[in-house]
C-alpha cells in the first residue's frame, strides 16, 4: 500500500509513480504488466502529465481569444503560486530512472496494442520534461542509464511490431534531440550516430514493415543538422554514397498487393534525397552513367523494366511497385536532374522514346495509374464483355484452385498452336492457359477474355455470344467436356477428374430381410445438384438428395433374383468424394402453370466447414467402407473457399464471386463491393481439408454456420466481380480477385 506519510494530491502521485507498487516484480513474477495495472499507469501518467505541462507555460499575445486569454492568466498564477511546490515534490534522477524501467517493461511486452501507445506518448513527454529542465545535467544521466538507454530505443524503433508505440517513440526521441545541451555527444548528434551504426541489413527480401519510422526519423535528424549548420553537410558523403550502393543492391520485395511496401528501399530514397539538396553538388558523381548510374538503376529496374527475364526472379521487377515507392522514386530522379545538367540529358534520352509515334494516347480522359493492377486491389480482373459475367465469375473461381490452375498451366503448348494463327483461336485450352497466365502475370488491372469466348463453342460449334447470358452450371459442365477431350492425348490427362471427379452409387437396396439385395451403378460426377425450394439449409438438401424413394405395393422392385416383386429403396449416394467439391444450387426453375422460367429466392444456410461422411456410401450402409478401406477422417471435412452468387431474375441478372485468401484476411468493406447481404449463392465450392492439409497448406478456420444473410462473419473469403475497372453499373460494384501467389 501507500505510506501514509505521503502528501496528498501532486506528492501523492509522484511517489505512487517512482515507487515499487507499479513495479512488475511486485506484480507478478512475469515481465509483463497486467491490463488492469497497466490502465491505472496510464491514468497517473496522463494526470502527472497535466500537473507537469502547467510548469511550462508560455505568455500569450494580443491574438488570442477572451475565453483562451482567460485560461492562459489561470494557468500563470497556478504556475507562480504553485510552480515551486511541484518542483521540490519531483526529484529528476529518480523520476528518469522510474520513466526509463517503465519503458523497458513495456517494450519487453509480446502483444502489444494502439493502446500502449498512449503509456508510450505519456513516458516520452515527462522524460523530455526531466532532461529539458536542465539538459547539461540530466542529459548524461539518461543516456548513462543502467538499464541501456541506448539499447532500449533501438528494440522501440527497430523491433516493436505495434506501429503506434513506433510512432510515438519515434517522436519523443525526435523532440529528445532537439534539446540543447554543451556535453558532448549531443542529444542529435548521439541518435543521428547510433542510427547510423543501425542500419537495417539493405539485402534481406523480409517483412519490411517496422523500418518506415526509423528512416523517417533518420531523414528529420539530417535535415534539421543541415539547416543548422551547411558544413555538417559534408561529414554525411560517405554516407551518402553508401546508400545509393544500397539501393542499386536492394532485391525486389514489393508485390502486386495493396499493403505490399519495401519501406527500407523507400526510407533509402528519401534520405538520398535530403542529402542531395541539402549538397547538390553530389548530384552528378550519383546520377551519371559514367559515375554511379543511378538514373539508369532508378529509371529501369525501379519503375519500367518489365524484362521477360526478370520473371526467373520472385516477385519480378520494377522494384517499385507500390504508389509509395514509385512516388519517392520519381522525386529522387527530379532531384538528381534538377541539380546536373548531364542527368537531365541522360534522363530526357531515357523518356524521349515513350513520348514519339503511337504511343501517344489520343483520349483525354487517359490516366496511366489506372492501367496498374497496383491500383485495382494488387489483383487482375476480367472484363465483362456485355453479358459474360457469369463466365468471367467461374474462371476466377478455378483461377484460385491450386492444383486446376497448376495442372492447365503445365500442359505443352503445341507447336502448330503457336505457328499457325488459326488454331491458336480455336483452341479453347490454350486460350484458357492464356486466361490463367494472364491474370497471375499482368501487370494491368483487367485481362479482356475475347480469344477464350471465341475459342469456346457451344453444342452447335457457334462462339459465345457475349450479349446472351448463360446458366453457369450448364457453361462449367459443357466447359469440363471440351477440356477432357483436350487433355486426352497430353500429361494431364486425369487434371479434371483428380481435382473435381467424384462417384456416384445408384443403388436399388431391398428393405425385406427375407429378401437381401443390392444393385448398383456408378456414376461420375463434377458437381452435385441440390434442391433450395424447400430447404432451409444445405443439410437438409443433402439429406433428401440421399433419402431416395420407396419401392412397395403396386410400385414394388421386381428383381430377377428370387423372380418375384419385393420391397426396396432406390437412392443415390456418394461413394467417392472429390478434392474440390462444386455443389450446385437449384436456383432456377420452370413453372408449369405459367410456363416460364423462374427463379428461387429463398433463404438458404451453408456452412464454412462441411463434413460430408453422413451422405457417404460407407455412412448410409453402416460399413465403415465398401471396400475394405479405412479412410482418414480428413477425407470427409471440407472447408468453404468460394461461392458464386447470381443476383437479379431468370431472364436477366448478375454474377460475382467470393473467393478465399491464403492469407483467410477478413473481407474489408473498402474492397469496393457492398457486403450487407449475400443473396442466392448459386455454386458453392468447397475444398478437402486433407487436399488442403497436405496441398494448398490452409489452416482450418473455426466458424459459426454463415447464412446469406449475414456476410459480414465471411471471415477469410474476399470478394471479385468479373467486370473491368471501367465499368460501374448500378446493379454491381467493382471489386478484383484476390490472387494466390
Same mark, same amino acid.
Not at 503445365?410 to 505457328?419: A, L, R
Not at 470478394?719 to 475497372?725: D, E, G, P
Given at each position: 500500500g501507500i505510506n501514509a506519510e505521503y502528501g496528498g494530491g501532486f506528492e501523492q502521485l509522484y511517489q505512487i509513480l517512482v515507487s515499487d507498487v507499479m513495479s512488475v516484480k511486485v506484480i507478478n513474477s512475469s515481465d509483463v504488466l497486467p491490463q488492469q495495472m497497466k490502465n491505472c499507469l496510464t491514468l497517473i501518467l496522463k494526470i502527472f502529465d497535466f500537473f507537469v505541462n502547467m510548469l511550462n507555460v508560455t505568455p500569450f499575445t494580443e491574438d488570442l481569444s477572451t475565453e483562451l486569454k482567460g485560461f492562459t492568466i489561470l494557468q500563470e498564477n497556478l504556475s507562480k503560486q504553485y510552480g515551486n511546490k511541484l518542483r521540490e515534490c519531483i526529484q529528476i534522477p529518480i523520476l528518469i530512472n522510474r520513466l526509463v524501467s517503465l519503458l523497458e517493461s513495456l517494450i519487453s511486452q509480446e502483444n502489444l496494442d494502439r493502446n500502449d501507445g498512449s503509456v508510450m506518448t505519456y513516458i516520452m513527454r515527462l522524460i523530455l520534461f526531466c532532461v529539458s529542465s536542465n539538459p547539461d545535467e540530466h542529459? @548524461? %544521466?539518461? $543516456?548513462n542509464h543502467q538499464s541501456g538507454f541506448d539499447q532500449l530505443y533501438k528494440k522501440m524503433i527497430l523491433q516493436c511490431p505495434e506501429p503506434a508505440v513506433r510512432i510515438e517513440a519515434c517522436e519523443g526521441i525526435y523532440k529528445l534531440s532537439q534539446l540543447n545541451s554543451t556535453k558532448t555527444p549531443s542529444p542529435r548528434s548521439y541518435f543521428l550516430e547510433a542510427f547510423l551504426q543501425n542500419h537495417p541489413d539493405h539485402l534481406t527480401s523480409s517483412s519490411t514493415t517496422h523500418f518506415g519510422q526509423f528512416f523517417h526519423l533518420i531523414d528529420r535528424l539530417i535535415s534539421d543538422g543541415c539547416q543548422k549548420d551547411m558544413t555538417e553537410c559534408a561529414k554525411h558523403d560517405e554516407y551518402l554514397f553508401r546508400l545509393v550502393s544500397y539501393i542499386k543492391q536492394r532485391p525486389v520485395v514489393e508485390t502486386h498487393q495493396v499493403d505490399s511496401v519495401d519501406e527500407i528501399l523507400v526510407g533509402m530514397m528519401s534520405i538520398t534525397i535530403t542529402l542531395l539538396k541539402a549538397n547538390p553538388l553530389n548530384a552528378t558523381k550519383l546520377g551519371s552513367a559514367k559515375n554511379m548510374n543511378l538514373i539508369h538503376h532508378l529509371y529501369h529496374d525501379c519503375l519500367f523494366d518489365i524484362r521477360a527475364d526478370c520473371y526467373n526472379s520472385t516477385p519480378p521487377l520494377p522494384k517499385c511497385k507500390s504508389r509509395l515507392s514509385r512516388t519517392v522514386a520519381y522525386n529522387l530522379l527530379i532531384e538528381l536532374a534538377r541539380h546536373s545538367g548531364q542527368n537531365l540529358l541522360e534522363l530526357m534520352n531515357l523518356m524521349i522514346p515513350h513520348h514519339t509515334g503511337a504511343s501517344r494516347y489520343p483520349n483525354w480522359d487517359y490516366h496511366p495509374g489506372q492501367e496498374d493492377r497496383t491500383q485495382s486491389g494488387g489483383h487482375v480482373g476480367l472484363a465483362n464483355l456485355g453479358c459474360t459475367c457469369y463466365m468471367n465469375s467461374l474462371l476466377q473461381q478455378l483461377m484460385m484452385v491450386p492444383s486446376l490452375r497448376?495442372? $492447365? !498451366?503445365? +500442359? @505443352?503448348?503445341? #507447336? &502448330?498452336? $503457336? $505457328?499457325? &494463327?488459326? #488454331?491458336?483461336k480455336d483452341d479453347l485450352l490454350f486460350q484458357l492457359q492464356l486466361v490463367f497466365a494472364y491474370l497471375r502475370e499482368s501487370q494491368k488491372p483487367a485481362y479482356s477474355p475475347v480469344g477464350f469466348c471465341y475459342a469456346y463453342k457451344d453444342y452447335e460449334g457457334n462462339p459465345t455470344n457475349v450479349r446472351v447470358q448463360q446458366d453457369v452450371d450448364e457453361f462449367f459442365n459443357l466447359l469440363c467436356q471440351r477440356l477432357e477431350e483436350q487433355l #486426352? *492425348?497430353?500429361?494431364? &490427362?486425369? !487434371? !479434371?477428374?483428380? +481435382?473435381?471427379?467424384?462417384?456416384?452409387s445408384n443403388e436399388i437396396r431391398s428393405v425385406d430381410k427375407e429378401y437381401p439385395y443390392v444393385s448398383s451403378k456408378e456414376e461420375d460426377f463434377y458437381t452435385i445438384s441440390l434442391d433450395v425450394k424447400g430447404k432451409k439449409n444445405l443439410e437438409e438438401s443433402f439429406n433428401s438428395y440421399v433419402e431416395g424413394d420407396k419401392l412397395e405395393g403396386d410400385n414394388a422392385y421386381y428383381c430377377d433374383k428370387y423372380d418375384r416383386k419385393i420391397d426396396a429403396i432406390k437412392r443415390c449416394c456418394i461413394k467417392r468424394l472429390s478434392n474440390t467439391l462444386i455443389i450446385h444450387l437449384k436456383r432456377f426453375d420452370f413453372d408449369f402453370n405459367n410456363f416460364k422460367k423462374m427463379k428461387v429466392n429463398d433463404y438458404f444456410e451453408f456452412p464454412m466447414e462441411l463434413n460430408m461422411y453422413p451422405w457417404t456410401q460407407e455412412a448410409l450402409t453402416e460399413d465403415s467402407s465398401p471396400e475394405g478401406v479405412t479412410r482418414r477422417p480428413e477425407s470427409y471435412e471440407y472447408q468453404l473457399c468460394g461461392? !458464386?452468387? %447470381? *443476383?437479379?431474375?431468370?431472364?436477366?441478372g448478375h454474377y460475382y464471386s467470393y473467393i478465399k485468401t491464403e492469407s483467410h484476411q477478413p473481407l474489408k468493406r473498402s474492397s469496393g463491393l457492398s457486403l450487407m447481404t449475400i443473396r442466392c449463392p448459386s455454386l458453392i465450392l468447397m475444398t478437402s481439408l486433407l487436399n488442403a492439409l497436405v496441398e494448398l497448406k490452409w489452416s482450418t478456420i473455426m466458424i459459426p454456420k454463415l447464412d446469406d444473410k449475414s456476410a459480414e462473419s465471411m471471415h477469410g473469403l474476399t470478394? %471479385?466481380?468479373? *467486370? *473491368?475497372?471501367?465499368?460501374k453499373s448500378r446493379n454491381h460494384q467493382l471489386c478484383y480477385p484476390t490472387r494466390i501467389p
Open positions: 542529459w @548524461p %544521466h539518461l $543516456i497448376d495442372g $492447365i !498451366l503445365d +500442359v @505443352p503448348v503445341k #507447336k &502448330e498452336t $503457336i $505457328i499457325e &494463327e488459326e #488454331k491458336k #486426352k *492425348s497430353c500429361n494431364q &490427362e486425369k !487434371l !479434371l477428374c483428380n +481435382v473435381f471427379g467424384g462417384t456416384f461461392v !458464386l452468387v %447470381h *443476383s437479379g431474375t431468370a431472364d436477366a470478394a %471479385h466481380t468479373c *467486370s *473491368s475497372t471501367r465499368e
